[in-house]
């Protein structure tokens, strides 16, 4: 492997190591250090003398498996390296081959040293500091098999993402037109907002609006909002700034008190973060960079970010697919990472469904909203996440039952979203004229849906062709409410049978007006009004009829239902959608949100410059110009989890009705 290879090599326990390491600007590994109880990640400011970063560790990422070694460039670390054991080889890795899972084979490091190294760490925590003073060239074997380090890690850099799909038929980072001047400006604000960590970009805070004294929370990098800005700079051949975001999220997971004494489940992703320079203890004039996660304690209604950990594992497979560098999702931390979400979600509780249970608020709507339950959007982002963790998982005898557990989920997940939650004209007619009260295995109405709940406004709305998937699902309730995002995911994800999926966005065609108006997407429809408003939401002034997540329309929505029509055929749907807001979105200041029945008024209290509608355009922008890079977004019909679910309903003699909703719409 033709590799040019920088090297840290990291000495524990080292009597001449300060408790600082120094790195070079690049190359920033960080780790944390409790100062309250939640995990922060400490970086000790930026050295512009010497372009060198002073950070402050005790946890180090645990590291992939390479396969060859070459001649590479070292930062040593103090002067006597090799004193014995506990010293620990970082590699950073430049490379023009592609890293694949096949790199694993072959390797002069054995795989057991891997484990061991992560298990002596402890998970890597309380690994102790190190200083990297100089670089050379070094042979890693020789290094190796002369004792003088007992483990070595590799880290792929900026340089080995770049280009690492060309000679693929998918093509990222080409535009064959100028860019408008629309597409300039967003492209400019989109580099403006990112954020830096200890030299490096790690992520794009919520919003940069120039003129807002109050941010807030908005000058933070929020995971979910990250995800279409990480897409823009994929999708354009930056993947530096991604993976670096993958890997601090990863390091922010939670494992500590949080919420008063209460601690939130070990794997919680944070909802945001934030870079802090804060002075350095006990040393005049010196500051640290600090990565402060919120983890829903300081959040408004101290909301639970559930949908945190499901979009960091979508976006670490997107990052994969469209760099090209799988040796990422195979380190032995980002598994880790995987499990811990994975467990989280996973757990046995109370819960009668295969679809998650959740507290209200725990996603891109995070105020109350009358989503608690099982929503569609958490179930449809967690069926992206269980099929994204089974592409990614390593399988050996501890991932196993893991695996074994996604596929049952996958499979009980998707029939259930696709049998109960699936509207229609046939099915609200039938809901119209359902019996209650049935005792027995073998009810039709299984929830107990009393039919007055059919909203006066749905028998007029619902089309003659076409339907949704319905908002929640829970004993004796159904939200009929068209919420944008869930049923968007089911079509990407394939969580939704293809006539459903097709039947969405036939009605998103159909209810133009109501769902797209004058700024493409509406949250979700139609808006809680008077009573329900008052009760739903608790009289939540920011949520009032049509403003917010309460009927409000969200450009960020845009590129989501783009890949959602070019998976589906219909390119020229978003096409339609992107003119749209390309008419207002410049000239209105990229707004987060915009207000009324069909979205003619910028929110009321919409941040300007907010960059997820900034990067969700250009992401759609990209995506329309070259249709065939959403093959790499979106997940096609399973066939085999349909087999096992229909298995495992034969199975049961009481599943005659099921059996026949298999047949009618899982096979369809
Ligand atoms: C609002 C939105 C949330 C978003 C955050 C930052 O709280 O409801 O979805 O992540 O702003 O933009």
């Known amino acids: 492997m033709n590799s040019i290879i920088s090297m840290t090599i990291i000495t524990r326990m080292n009597p001449c190591c300060s408790s600082r390491i120094l790195i070079s600007s690049s190359k920033c590994y960080h780790s944390n250090k409790l100062t309250r109880p939640i995990r922060r990640l400490h970086c000790l400011g930026f050295n512009s003398n010497n372009n060198k970063c002073l950070i402050d560790t005790n946890k180090i990422t645990a590291p992939p498996i390479i396969s060859n070694w070459g001649k590479i460039k070292v930062l040593f670390s103090c002067n006597n390296i090799g004193r014995g054991r506990g010293n620990l080889v970082i590699l950073n890795v430049a490379s023009n081959v592609r890293q694949h899972s096949s790199s694993v084979e072959g390797g002069n490091v054995k795989e057991n040293s891997f484990g061991r190294l992560y298990i002596q760490g402890g998970g890597g925590i309380n690994v102790k500091p190190l200083l990297v003073e100089r670089i050379e060239d070094i042979d890693v074997g020789k290094v190796l098999e002369e004792g003088k380090v007992d483990e070595v890690r590799v880290e792929v850099n900026s340089e080995n993402v770049k280009g690492l799909n060309e000679g693929n038929e998918v093509k990222v980072g080409k535009t064959e037109r100028e860019l408008s001047d ?181 996603c891109m709507i995070d105020r109350r909203m009358g989503i608690h339950g099982h929503p569609l959007e958490i179930q449809a982002l967690f069926y992206a996440a269980l099929r994204s963790s089974r592409e990614m998982l390593t399988i050996d005898d501890g991932s196993k039952n893991l695996v074994r557990a996604i596929n049952n989920r996958l499979s009980a997940l998707s029939f259930h979203i696709r049998e109960y939650y699936w509207v229609d004209m046939k099915k609200i007619n039938e809901i119209y004229r359902y019996k209650t009260e049935e005792y027995s295995t073998n009810a039709i109405n299984k929830f107990n849906i009393y039919p007055d709940q059919i909203p006066a406004w749905l028998v007029d709305w619902i089309p003659d062709k076409g339907g949704y998937l319905i908002g929640n699902l829970q004993p004796a309730h159904m939200d009929f409410r068209f919420f944008t995002l869930g049923n968007l995911w089911s079509i990407i994800s394939s969580l939704g049978t293809t006539r459903q999926n097709q039947g969405i966005l036939n009605l998103i065609e159909d209810k133009w007006d109501d769902l797209v108006g004058q700024m493409p997407l509406k949250i979700c429809y139609p808006a809680l009004e008077y009573e329900e408003w008052r009760i739903i939401t608790g009289s939540d002034p920011k949520n009032t009829p049509w403003s917010y997540h309460n009927g409000g329309s969200w450009p960020t929505l845009l590129w989501q239902f783009t890949l959602a029509c070019i998976k589906m055929g219909r390119p020229g749907l978003a096409e339609k959608a992107v003119a749209l807001a390309e008419k207002r979105l410049s000239m209105d200041k990229w707004p987060e949100y915009y207000d009324t029945r069909n979205g003619r008024f910028i929110g009321k209290q919409a941040r300007l410059h907010q960059t997820w509608t900034i990067a969700g355009y250009l992401t759609s922008k990209m995506l329309l110009e070259n249709p065939q890079l959403a093959s790499l977004l979106i997940w096609e019909e399973d066939l085999e989890l349909l087999e096992t679910c229909i298995c495992a309903l034969s199975k049961t003699p009481r599943a005659k009705c099921s059996r026949v909703a298999a047949r009618s719409q899982i096979l369809v």
Request: aromatic letters at 10%.
């Open 182 to 362: 629309i597409e300039k400006e967003a492209w400019k604000f989109l580099n403006d907002s990112v954020v830096n960590y200890c030299g490096t970009p790690v992520g794009t805070v919520a919003a940069n609006d120039p003129a807002d004294k109050l941010p807030l929370n908005y000058d933070q990098v929020f995971i979910r909002d990250f995800v279409p800005s990480a897409l823009a700079f994929l999708l354009k051949g930056e993947g530096e700034i991604v993976r670096n975001f993958l890997l601090h999220t990863l390091q922010l997971q939670s494992w500590e008190k949080t919420v008063d004494c209460y601690s939130p489940g070990q794997g919680l992703m944070p909802a945001s973060f934030k870079v802090r320079t804060v002075p350095l203890d006990g040393s005049s004039g010196l500051f640290e960079e600090v990565l402060d996660p919120d983890f829903g304690e300081s959040a408004i209604g101290r909301v639970a970010p559930v949908d945190s950990g499901l979009w960091w594992i979508i976006l670490l497979r997107a990052y994969g697919k469209i760099t090209g560098d799988y040796a990422l999702q195979e380190r032995v931390d980002i598994q880790t990472g995987i499990k811990l979400i994975l467990n989280l979600c996973l757990t046995d509780g109370f819960d009668m469904f295969p679809s998650l249970l959740v507290t209200d608020g725990s």
